[in-house]
């Protein structure tokens, strides 16, 4: 299994169109290089798909995303969100989402979106089930409050059950130790439930790999960093038959 990791893409409103399709081209010229021979079976953004949770902004990442996923022959129902504090509707806390709600809807044309890839094994035939979950650790941040991030109360029901016969990939924006409600957290990745994590929001110089209880957790790098030093990039994560993880950076 190969997912094309993208994080914190930020596309804004206050960009002129003529430079973001500058940037985006690029990008497609660097995934094209660097995945040549690789073929990518699901995308995953792990938030900040916008600067200020505006419906053109939410546009514009939909339209380049489908873009990056006909050069990678990748269907949009194989592509996977999970919200970040960029993406809020206020400025303050307690935002609705409601923005970003609508544009799932629109991406996929309907309101209703199975997370489930089937994978067949080249070598054994064996098919196997991949479960992508997304959760808001974003209901208590904002642009005005980055970093409050909590798992939310009702996470571990919608986890209990989906790692029944599959492999959990779990989407979420904030990086593992900036959760308030640690305990939360450390339920979720030691109880099995959860194979791999997904983050974005620190905007490391490097993608961050390491292990937390059961699962494995992932930092990538941001598509469009907050400060001009940092180096920008997109990880190709290969889940391998003994569930080992192995990560291609591409530098963009």
Known sequence: ????????????????????????????ERLKEALRDKKVDTIAVTGDITCHGDLCEFRQAKRFLLEIAGLLSVKREKIFFCPGNHDADTDGKGSSFYHYQSFLNEFYGKSDYDYLV??????????????FASINTCTETSLQFFDEAVIPDKAFLQLDGLGDNNYVVLLMHHQPEVIKNQDCFMRIVNSGMVK??????????QTRMYRAGEAVIVNGMAVT????????????????????????????
């Open 196 to 205: 791999l994590i997904l983050s974005g929001h620190l905007h490391s110089t």
């Open 1 to 28: 299994m190969n997912i094309l990791h993208m994080t914190d893409l930020h596309f804004s409103r206050d960009t002129a169109e003529n430079e973001i399709r500058e940037k985006w081209n690029h990008i497609e």
């Open 118 to 131: 089937k994978k067949k094994d080249k070598k054994t035939g064996e098919k196997r089930k991949y479960r």
């Open 225 to 252: 960093p907050h400060l001009p030093w940092i180096p920008a990039g997109i990880q190709l994560i290969h889940i391998k038959r003994n569930d080992n993880i192995k990560i291609m950076e591409i530098k963009i």
